[in-house]
């Protein structure tokens, strides 16, 4: 047995760590948590200062037993959970399990998993931090009140199942209003007038100006009040600059600089993760836990952590670290691309935490073409991590900025009330530009120029007479604002103060998965049940579902990490106005479930011809859905989404059992043909689309649903038949290579066009 116990979280951190440490110390894994609040009851005390009665977690009595029979052997056990407040909590749980063991029990902090900086953290030791523990414990007890209560709550007025989290919530709120925004949004029209111009001579480049100035007044084209309103004041203002001349009044030169963004927190990381690698918050930190663990670089080397702690809202540096970064610019870069001193970088957001650094490379001497044969996705996020760090301690770019007014003149000579402006840009020196560019801003984004410059002007001067090869009106709308991804989402909870950094991937994971929110093309869409949840919770619960209200919390749970309050004072803030706004809605959950009730005009399919009895609109465990309003004398019901459809017959489909006309409904796995005596007659037939298979040619094609609703298609005649296509098939025959069906797709643009499935030729839609 070695003198030395060393736990973690992580079986892949404490092979990378055995390795550092060698032969003297073990390195055990706790894999996670080993204790938490009890699955099957509420588990806090209320009346005794919010008590949590945490219990071990089901499975890992193995890995306590293991522990304590390390820790009976080893001089010292050091303790070497996640540097954060969760670390932190752990930390002492594993510590009350061996305090009746031994009492050298020290606490280590790994920023970084390589050679010298578990050297570093080994040679200082500290001490579990009470109050840090008791910051994560406050912030657990309050999810369990709300989710403990709210939840049940949601069950009674909607459907069994449903949950409510503290952040989650209000982040569906942020969603919500977004959905709202735009359902209300009322575009306004405007023109813009734009031209193309160069010297009469024709031999200089031309270039492109945007009308910019009527009278004295300057246009507003994305404004609230758009200067050109329609098309009648776009063409009349065409047909005034008709035969003029155009002269140069003013020119303006300035250099600008551009300033390095810092390098990444926890936030930013996801942002531009999901901005430029299409990456989910998710999947961006399950991937930046990997690195921060240890990859193997080189085969029979072991692991070695590529990058520092990555849940952090730091942006701050080791000195270490920037000295070698500037020493790696200078050797692979220049002199010129190093500032004079060092950038330094602040947080704006309300509750950064200065605790951490940034994350950033452990080694900046491990570039990302070192590490190629790593799994693609590991070494883009490196990539992108090295990148902006290297970036953030280099000089600023420079870059020319030149503005050309051109005024109009009136085929006599007289100058006008129109006013163009031309803009363009050139790069003097790239700076931090050289190895990081941003997606949304840089100046590189014009594809047309590889040393990235926009709208390079040519040589002009002023009183210089133009000639306008080119001038044409464009109609566009002004939009409402973009529905959130989840980049945006979690760039507003962050500067809103809400949630940490080791909750943001959970946050929009939560509120996707439980279906009240969908992705789709990146976008984030409040579903129905979202948007009803929404709306309940936020005029029951104002006191504790709104923004200013948890982002407050935020900051009370960092006063109790600081020293400054207390656990009870805290938890007392929270729970007195939740437990008023939780009672004033329990005793109306009658009431409330009534008002989710909606009453339809669609008569019911199988009795409202007799008793011209209506559907009604409820919530159930699928969703919304209808049902008879004489239930349950009538148990008639459908799904809401087909609802246009469901209640008209089929003309020509006869039940095969009594001889009744049928009716279009919707199961679990789809659309289908009921018979209108049911429930009397229990016969039904497939829905189809009317075309035959094309395998076959004996069966239909039926429209299905998989039990995760997904659609598919398949033919009536299976299992004999094993047709199956995830797209619409069009029989049609593909004139390339004679396959007798195309099917219908949609590229990301959302044109549909028809594909071969044997040779994948493409044509388009006939109209």
């Known amino acids: 047995m070695s003198k030395y116990l060393v736990i973690v979280e992580s079986p892949s951190k404490a092979k990378t760590i055995n390795k550092y440490l060698g032969k003297d110390y073990d390195v055990l894994a706790t894999v996670g948590h080993i204790k938490n609040l009890p699955e099957s009851k509420f588990g806090v005390d209320i009346e005794n200062d919010y008590e949590p009665d945490f219990e071990t977690i089901k499975g890992k009595d193995k890995v306590i037993k293991e522990i304590r029979s390390h820790s009976k052997k080893s001089e010292i056990v050091y303790i070497a959970t996640d540097p954060d407040r969760e670390g932190e909590a752990i930390a002492i749980d594993i510590s009350d399990e061996i305090e009746d063991i031994t009492k050298d029990v020290k606490r280590i902090l790994f920023e970084e998993i390589t050679k010298s900086g578990v050297k570093r953290a080994m040679g200082k030791p500290t001490v579990i931090n009470k109050n840090l523990v008791n910051s994560q414990t406050a912030r657990r007890v309050m999810d369990r009140i709300l989710g403990y209560k709210v939840s049940p709550f949601l069950w009674k007025t909607f459907y069994y199942g449903l949950s409510a989290g503290r952040v989650q919530s209000v982040a569906l709120k942020l969603i919500c209003e977004r959905e709202s925004e735009i359902d209300n949004f009322e575009p306004k029209e405007y023109w813009s007038i734009d031209g193309i111009f160069s010297k009469p001579s024709g031999g200089t480049k031309q270039f492109s100006a945007k009308l910019y100035k009527i009278n004295a007044d300057i246009i507003k084209y994305n404004g609230e009040d758009p200067r050109i309103k329609n098309i009648e004041e776009a063409h009349k203002i065409l047909e005034d600059l008709k035969d ?13 600089k551009r300033n390095p963004q810092p390098p990444f927190t926890t936030s930013m990381l996801q942002q531009a993760a999901s901005t430029r690698l299409g990456f989910s918050p998710k999947k961006t930190m399950m991937l930046a836990q990997k690195l921060y663990e240890g990859v193997e670089i080189k085969k ?6 590529l990058i520092t702690y990555m849940r952090t809202d730091s942006t701050r540096i080791s000195p270490e670290a920037v000295k070698s970064a500037r020493e790696f610019i200078a050797k692979n870069y220049g002199e010129e691309y190093v500032p004079e001193t060092p950038n330094i970088f602040s947080r704006k957001s309300r509750n950064a935490q200065e605790a951490h650094e940034a994350i950033r490379p452990a080694d900046i001497n491990i570039r990302p073409e070192d590490i190629k044969k790593l799994d693609k996705n590991l070494h883009s996020l490196y990539t992108l991590i090295w990148n902006r760090f290297i970036a953030s301690q280099m000089e600023k770019a420079r870059i020319n900025q030149k503005t050309v007014l051109i005024k109009a003149l009136s085929p006599k000579g007289n100058i006008t009330d129109y006013i163009f402006k031309a803009t363009g840009s050139e790069i003097l020196f790239h700076g931090f530009m050289q190895v990081y560019r941003e997606m949304a801003e840089d100046l590189s984004n014009n594809k047309n120029n590889e040393n990235g410059n926009e709208n390079i002007l040519p040589e002009l001067s002023v009183d210089d007479f133009l000639k306008a090869i ?76 709104n923004f200013e209200f948890t982002a407050n919390m935020e900051e009370e749970l960092d006063t109790i990490a600081n020293g400054d309050s207390s656990y009870k004072k805290v938890l007392d803030n929270f729970y007195k106005p939740f437990i008023k706004d939780y009672q004033e809605a329990e005793s109306k959950v009658k009431e409330i479930k009534q008002s989710l009730i909606e009453k339809t005009d669609i008569l019911c399919p199988e009795c409202g011809d007799k008793t011209n009895a209506k559907m009604l609109k409820k919530w159930g465990r699928n969703g919304l859905f209808l049902t008879c309003e004489r239930y349950p004398k009538c148990k008639a019901s459908m799904n809401d989404e087909d609802v246009n459809t ?25 659309k289908f043909f009921g018979c209108s005596n049911y429930p009397k007659c229990s016969g039904t037939k497939p829905f189809t689309l009317g075309i035959k298979c094309p395998k076959c040619n004996e069966g239909d094609i039926s429209l299905k649903m998989t039990k995760n609703k997904r659609i598919f298609y398949g033919c009536t005649k299976y299992p004999d038949c094993n047709f199956i296509t995830n797209y619409e098939p069009i029989i049609k025959e593909c004139k390339k290579c004679g396959n007798n069906y195309l099917e219908k797709k949609k590229d990301k643009e959302g044109n549909y066009y028809l594909q071969c499935p044997s040779c994948k030729a493409k044509y388009e839609i006939e109209t």
């Not at 003029?244 to 600008?256: A, C, G, L, P, S």
């Not at 029979?300 to 952590?305: F, L, T, V």
């Not at 009594?658 to 409904?665: E, T, V």
């Open 470 to 545: 080119s001038l044409s009106k464009n109609q566009h709308f002004t939009n409402p604002p973009p529905r959130y991804t989840e980049s945006s989402l979690i760039k507003q909870l962050d500067s809103l103060g809400i949630g940490r950094p080791s909750t943001y991937a959970l946050i929009v994971s939560t509120v996707i998965d439980r279906k009240y929110v969908e992705l789709n093309e990146r976008k984030l869409f409040g579903t129905k049940l979202g948007i009803a949840v929404n709306k309940i919770l936020s005029e029951y619960f104002p006191d504790v579902i």
């Open 646 to 670: 469901v209640q008209e017959k089929a003309e020509g489909v006869i039940c095969d059992k009594c001889g009744a006309g049928m009716i279009l409904r919707i199961g679990r796995f789809g």
């Open 244 to 256: 003029n001349k155009f002269k140069i009044i003013d020119i303006q030169t300035r250099e600008v």
């Open 300 to 305: 029979g080397e072991g692991n070695i952590g």
